[in-house]
């Protein structure tokens, strides 16, 4: 959970069982870069709806996963509701839907159950829902990597279950934050000299998100913000995560991103709150993707 001066709150009493204490970082997180970063967060929104309209869109995701995932609603959990948590997770929402159809709403409301709520440790609980994805080694090449990518989905949507059902307790984990296996993410991008490191040994522990997490509180306690902070930490993420992407894919910008789309719009979509689709339907993709 948050460790810093003032809790909000919401804040989860010290002790709770499966707290994550927060590492100390292998690499110095930069003040300035998260300055800058802050600061044209708040430029590119003054140009839409404003931070207030953000943050309430991020509270408004985590009501709908707490409703639906909290110990008493948890029973009743549905294929649809499952369906309307992934559809805003936007790395799983075009993989992950076939292989929950096919396991079965009572399987995978029981995945769901043992992530959020069972004894195991947490990193095992998250490697364990992402292998609700089968992968067939005996199958070719191809069909075997679009089986690892479906199962790095899973990761992320268990990921986001975890933060968006009970944020102040746990951090945002997704890989666009950070993934060690790629050296890359938002975590990089507060990193002073960032281009010019061979590698950057963060790992990918939750206790080393939690770490990056509370140098990030310390920085939005820095501008006076006490209230809501887990959901400013996704906002910066997001915001420099989004920096980052476009630096590197503008003009091949993949479909799910669309072209022309704003600097806004993007960081919406990389936190699951941009703009439903048109009589409202769904951007899970139902078929297996290839």
């Known amino acids: 959970m948050l460790w810093f001066k003032k809790q909000p709150d919401s804040a989860v009493p010290v002790g709770e069982a499966d707290t994550i204490v927060p590492a100390t970082l292998s690499v110095t997180l930069d003040p300035g870069l ?3 970063h802050f600061a044209k967060l708040g430029s590119q929104a003054e140009e839409s709806a404003g931070l207030e309209a953000l943050l309430a869109s991020l509270q408004m995701k985590s009501q709908l996963f707490s409703s639906l995932l909290n110990p008493q609603s948890f029973p009743t959990l549905s294929m649809e509701g499952i369906e309307a948590l992934l559809e805003t997770v936007f790395s799983a929402r075009r993989r992950l839907f076939p292989a929950l159809q096919t396991l079965g709403v009572e399987a995978a ?3 769901i159950h043992e992530l959020l709520y069972g004894d195991m440790a947490l990193v095992e609980r998250l490697q364990a829902f992402s292998e609700i994805v ?3 080694e005996t199958a070719d090449k191809e069909t075997r990597k679009q089986a690892a990518k479906n199962r790095r989905a899973a990761f992320d949507f268990g ?3 975890l933060h968006f059902n009970n944020p102040v307790k746990y951090p945002l984990m997704t890989r666009w934050v ?7 993410g938002a975590l990089r991008e507060f990193i002073r000299g960032n281009d010019s490191l061979p590698d950057v040994p963060l790992g990918n522990s939750p206790e080393m998100f939690e770490g990056a997490r509370a140098w990030l509180a310390e ?3 820095e501008q006076g913000l006490y209230k809501d902070v887990p959901f400013w930490i996704d ?6 995560y989004s920096e980052y992407f476009r630096s590197m894919a503008e003009g091949m910008l993949s479909a799910d991103f669309g072209r022309g789309i704003t600097p806004q719009e993007q960081l919406k979509k990389f936190l699951g709150i941009d703009a439903e689709r048109k009589a409202g339907q769904s951007r899970v993709k139902r078929d ?3």
């Open 288 to 290: 297996v993707v290839h």
């Open 109 to 111: 409301r029981g995945a």
């Open 34 to 36: 998260f300055q800058q």
């Open 235 to 240: 906002l910066v993420e997001a915001q420099a």
């Open 159 to 161: 990921a986001e279950m």
């Open 134 to 136: 089968p992968i067939d």
């Open 219 to 221: 920085q939005i306690a």
């Open 178 to 184: 950070w993934d060690q296996n790629t050296v890359s």
